[in-house]
């Protein structure tokens, strides 16, 4: 993807402050961060999204934000972690390269993630069972 703007700081056309580097995932400082040491994970091979990545580069992501997770955690002195990962524009993906966030958090810190809701009567039932099926296909 020639105007993504994580490949070019993976090619090394763009700098970043790298925390963390394998053979197929980098992390670097989110630039916007909700706290200092807000990190973003990503893999070097493209992907937009979780819907595309193969199940390989998405296990090697993860045992890296698994391995970022307690040195961030140690280095912030956070009280907590958030991890999160968007897909696709309607969810607040950004930018269209998967990537996984990992967020520094403190008690009282104000951050809140999402409102939760209800399920209308038979509601939970009838998206189970559509999941279930969709599973199955």
Request: glycine fraction near 6%.
């Amino acid at each position: 993807m020639h105007d993504c703007i994580f490949c070019k700081i993976i090619k090394g056309e763009i700098p970043c402050a790298k925390v963390y580097e394998s053979e197929s995932v980098i992390a670097f400082l989110d630039i916007s961060p909700v706290h200092p040491g807000h990190t973003l994970v990503v893999p070097k091979d493209h992907y937009e999204s979780i819907l595309d990545i193969t199940e390989d580069e998405y296990e090697k992501l993860q045992h890296a934000v698994w391995e970022l997770c307690p040195a961030i955690l140690k280095a912030t002195h956070a009280d907590g972690i958030s991890v999160g990962q968007s897909n696709k524009a309607a969810a607040g993906q950004v930018i269209s390269h998967i990537h996984v966030h990992i967020m520094p958090r403190f008690a009282n810190d104000g951050l809140k993630l999402w409102p939760q809701g209800k399920y209308q009567e038979g509601q939970m039932d009838e998206v189970k069972k559509r999941i279930v099926s969709a599973l199955q296909e």
